[in-house]
């Protein structure tokens, strides 16, 4: 049936997702929340968070590119914010990466912090295409389907 | 805890607040107004979502000095305040400084930032508790315990400052065989009053609450006006070189101690400090400056003062209480101290509220300077007596005895040997409470007495309405301005003392039987329990007896309060007193003094939410009188406490606008009424389910 099919392929891409370390338990969280009141609740707030986290992106990409010297205090900051972000939805893999950039930017080490926000980046492309096809599944699979640990 | 009355589980505000179909009224900590201050749009979607999943009452905000501006505005409205550390337009510290110096909310700090040392500079800076992120909706559900932790905290300072022996307290509580009256610690008992579906962490809140229960300084309440003394005073010596002592002298404040000035000179030279780093200037500056009346508090409330109009400081006469507009719910009677809960609502708008405070804690200085002659060797409660005179008026609770000054909280304490002492502030309070309306009642009508009542009552519970604190502020005043007069103009004080001595010598036994535990036990549920009053109006019942009848004439004198505390009451979402009853059922080996007391703390404490209205006070006071000649006639003590029970569960019944017969009767018939009756009765309607 294509109904559960589509169930199950739903269930695999998400236990993926968990396994493969991109989305934590805060995840569940997030689905905890979502109810009759808000029933798409947790892709509001993943678009949200890859709205707002884009928008960083780009800031710290730009003060990254600026002249030296490089004001690695306000590129913690940002860093931070979208560390704060990341983890308040669950992306586990973004929010480590952010703190591995953090470290470098405590160390002042320019080039580490390239490389690294270019990780950082790089997750959080990842993670969006993986969550924008999981929301579009979970759309065709109906509203009915929430998604639950039961997935697993 | 006043504030607290709009978490009460009122089933149909419940149902209106949240949109409930009108079942099953709303667990405990629902309602409880949180303020989140995160500039990060996805967490703050998140944490309000997690919020509102608890029933809370959230109101969102990015930004930090929206934030202040909403705080500023709706001085009183908040019970706690949820921010981010790290934020654009603010440091989560600052906002958490001023927070503790403006309105003295409980703050919780939030941050993905673990570190050892921001954490603890978040708790440092005042925070209540510092959660990490992410957030999970159990970290969350819990925050509720901060504000009842903090407002005890409060509580017992006020308790506290009559120096109250901590040791004593937890002497009484240990002694106290009564579950039941022994509060500190005492987890049982409460579970006995609350009975079944008690929330486990709220029990280990106050248990661990009691626990905490350390300060005995007394409670200050820093007015603007003495503020502004002490600042006068400090600009004068010269910041640096000013020195308590010196500050002392020319602040010339009765009352104030080098103490007081010490630790508030230590918390002023430290806001200097802050103020004058760059990023604080011109905001601290700014809000400092314009704001004398701001709340001094440290951030750390627990020593914090109140800004309460220090008592002490004034010498208005009586009557200038007089124009305080008797709308104000008193919460806390003690218009003194009252602001322990809301200072910042106090401090700005009320200055009457301090002039109130003030003439009160004149009053009730004369009260205690006069000679107790018949004071047992109630050495105990001679911090009451103390507190009376000092700073502590500002307690909303401590204030109640206080204001008897040394004379009532003799009696308070019971010249025996109970050491009357209470080790919960809420439980002290109610403990002193109860005995001077015990006392009270067995005075039989002594206007004094009754405005004491008020006294007392009025302390108790600041119903948590949405008004400003300033408003409750103003109503205590208001009240102790009544108290104040109806004190020094009918009867020299010493009169009342004396008529309450003379009964008190012969329900001494009963009081003084009363362990501080036992009165405390129904603080523990302070923060519930206690403002239960609000909503039921003032409980008018008239337990029956000659006294009755005087004292519903001095109920009426002061009517103008039951308006007030009803129309608070129903604003206000009490939290139900009931629990603080609960220990009287359980502490029926307690003996009925303790009941009795008991019973009188718990309606006090209800009634002392907004209702301290003179009905209340009636009803207490013939509850107590009950209770006396119950006890008296009766050796069963199971009987007493039933009538406790019955009593205060009355009262919570009771709206305000039974008349005063009514109440009479329908005490009477809760008096003799069935436990279960009475009980039941008070169950449904005050059941905080938690």
Not at chain 2, 646 to 650: C, D, T
């Given at each position: 049936m294509?109904?559960s099919?589509l169930?199950r ?8 997702l968990?396994?493969q ?5 805060q ?22 968070f890859?709205r707002?986290s ?10 990254l590119?600026?002249k ?5 205090h306000?590129l913690d900051v940002l860093m931070?914010q979208?560390k704060?972000?990341a983890?308040s939805?669950?992306?586990a ?5 952010c ?12 080039e580490?912090?390239?490389r ?7 997750e959080?492309a990842?993670l ?9 599944l979970q759309?065709?699979?109906g ?5 639950t640990?039961?997935?697993? | ?7 009460k589980t ?5 149902a209106?607040?949240?949109g409930?179909s009108?079942?099953?009224p ?16 996805t ?19 990015s930004q930090a000095?929206?934030a202040l501006s909403?705080?500023r505005?709706?001085?009183g409205?908040f019970?706690?305040v ?6 654009p337009?603010?440091d ?5 400084e ?7 909310l409980?703050?919780?700090m ?5 570190h ?8 440092t800076h005042?925070?209540?508790?510092y959660i990490?992120?992410p ?7 819990n ?14 300072e006020?308790e506290?400052s009559?120096?109250l022996?901590?040791s004593d ?5 240990d ?10 610690g ?9 009975g079944?579906g008690?929330?486990?962490d709220e029990e280990?809140v106050?248990?661990e609450?009691?626990d905490?229960?350390?300060t005995?300084k ?10 502004q003394k002490f ?5 004068q ?5 000013a ?5 002392l ?6 009352g104030?101690?080098r103490?007081?000035?010490a ?7 430290l806001?200097?400090?802050?103020v004058?780093t760059?990023?604080n200037q011109?905001?601290f ?14 951030v ?5 003062f109140?800004l309460?109009?220090l ?10 209480l007089?124009p ?8 806390t009677s003690t218009g ?13 708008s009320?200055?009457?509220?301090t002039?109130?405070?003030?003439i009160i804690?004149?009053s009730?200085?004369?009260?205690n300077?006069k ?13 009451l007596?103390q ?5 502590q008026v500002?307690q ?13 909280s ?14 919960l ?6 403990g002193?409470?109860?005995?001077s ?6 005075e ?6 009754f405005s004491?009542f008020?006294q007392s009552?009025?302390d108790i ?5 949405p ?6 502020l103003?109503e205590v005043?208001s009240?102790n ?7 020094t103009?009918?009867?020299p004080p010493d009169?009342?003392?004396?008529c ?15 362990p501080?535990?036992?009165?405390d036990?129904p603080?523990?549920?302070?923060p ?10 003032v409980v008018?019942?008239s ?14 004198l002061?009517?103008?309060?039951n308006h ?6 129903s604003?206000?979402r009490?939290?139900k007193l ?9 502490g029926?080996?307690?003996g009925?003094e ?5 019973g009188?703390?718990s ?12 009905g ?5 006071i013939?509850l107590?009188k009950?209770k006396?000649?119950n006890?008296?006639g009766?050796?069963s ?8 029970e ?5 009262n919570?019944e ?7 017969q009514?109440l ?5 018939k809760?008096v003799?009424?069935?436990k279960q009756d009475?009980f ?10 938690v």
């Open positions: 294509e109904c099919s169930h392929q739903l269930a695999i891409i998400k236990k993926n968990f396994d370390g991109f989305l934590d338990e995840f569940y969280q997030l689905e905890e929340l979502q109810d009759d009141a808000s029933p798409n609740f947790v892709e509001e707030v993943v678009t949200l890859f707002d884009s928008r960083l992106l780009t800031n710290i990409e730009q003060a590119r600026e030296h010297p490089q004001d690695f306000r931070y979208l704060d972000s983890s939805i669950g992306a893999k973004v929010k480590n990466e703190t591995v950039f953090r470290e470098l930017c405590d160390k002042e080490n320019l580490g912090c390239l690294s926000f270019q990780k950082v980046k790089k959080h990842i969006r295409q993986k969550l924008e096809n999981y929301f579009q759309r065709q699979v509203p009915v389907e929430k998604a640990r039961s997935g697993n | 805890m006043l504030e607290f009355a709009h978490l009122d089933p149909s505000r419940a209106s607040t949240l409930n009108g079942g099953q709303p667990e405990f900590p629902a309602g409880l107004r949180v303020l989140l201050v995160d500039d990060d749009a967490c703050l979607k998140i944490l309000a979502k997690m919020l509102r999943k608890c029933l809370y009452d959230v109101t969102t905000c000095a929206v909403i705080l505005q709706k001085k409205w019970d706690l949820l921010s981010d550390v790290y934020m337009d603010m989560g510290f600052k906002l958490l001023h927070i503790g110096l403006e309105m003295d409980p703050v919780i939030m941050s993905s930032d673990d050892k040392d921001v954490v603890m500079k978040g708790i005042g925070a209540c508790d990490i992120k957030v999970r909706m159990e970290s969350l559900r925050i509720w315990q901060h504000v009842v932790r903090k407002k005890r905290n409060e509580l017992k006020l506290n009559g120096s022996e901590e307290r937890r002497k009484a509580a002694e106290g065989d009564n579950a039941s009256s022994a509060s500190v005492n987890g049982k008992s409460e579970k006995r009053q609350r079944e008690k929330d486990e280990d106050l248990d609450h009691e905490h229960s350390h005995k007394p409670r200050v309440v820093w007015s603007a006006d003495l503020h600042l006068t005073a400090v600009n010596l010269g910041v640096d070189k020195v308590p002592k010196k500050i002298e020319m602040m010339n404040v009765h104030l101690t103490e007081n000035v630790s508030h000179l230590q918390k002023y030279r806001y200097l400090r802050r004058s760059p990023q011109g905001f500056d700014a809000h400092y400056t314009s704001s004398h009346e701001a709340t001094y508090n440290s750390g409330s627990n020593d914090g109140n309460h109009g008592s002490v400081s004034s010498q208005h006469p009586p009557q200038s007089a305080i507009h008797s709308e104000q719910r008193i919460a003194m101290g009252i602001l322990a809960v809301d200072q910042l609502g106090f401090i700005n009320r200055i009457q509220v002039g109130a405070s003030n804690s004149s009730l200085q004369q009260m300077n000679p107790m002659s018949n004071l047992r060797g109630c050495s105990k409660n001679i911090e007596g507190l009376g005179q000092s700073h500002a909303p609770y401590g204030g109640i005895n206080l204001q008897f000054g040394e004379g009532t003799n009696f308070l304490t019971l010249p025996s040997s109970a050491p009357t002492s209470f080790s502030p809420g439980g002290t309070i109610s002193q409470l109860s005995k309306l015990s006392m009270h009642m067995t039989h009508s002594h206007e004094e007495q004491m008020q009552t009025l519970t600041l119903p948590g309405q008004q400003p604190r300033g408003q409750l103003d005043a009240h301005s009544r108290l104040a007069s109806t004190l103009e009918p009867a009169d009342i003392a004396n309450i001595w003379g009964r008190l010598g012969t329900d001494a036994n009963m009081l003084t039987s009363l501080a535990k036992y009165m036990a603080y523990n549920r302070f519930r329990s206690l403002y239960v009053g609000g909503q039921d109006g008018n019942r337990a029956g007896g000659s006294c009755f009848d005087s004292f519903i004439s001095t109920c009426n002061k009517g103008t309060n007030v505390s009803d129309e608070h009451q604003r206000s009490n939290w009931q629990k603080v009853n609960l220990p009287y059922q359980s029926q080996e307690v009925l303790q009941s009795t007391i008991d009188h703390s309606l006090m404490g209800h009634q002392g939410a907004t209702n301290i209205s003179a209340t006070v009636t009803e207490e013939l107590m009950n006396i000649d006890e008296r009766s050796s003590q199971h009987q007493r406490t039933n009538l406790v019955n009593s205060i569960r009355v919570y009771v709206s305000s606008d039974i008349s005063y009514n009479h009767d329908e005490l009477m809760v003799q009424g069935q009475g039941g009765r008070a169950d449904a309607d005050f059941n905080i389910q």
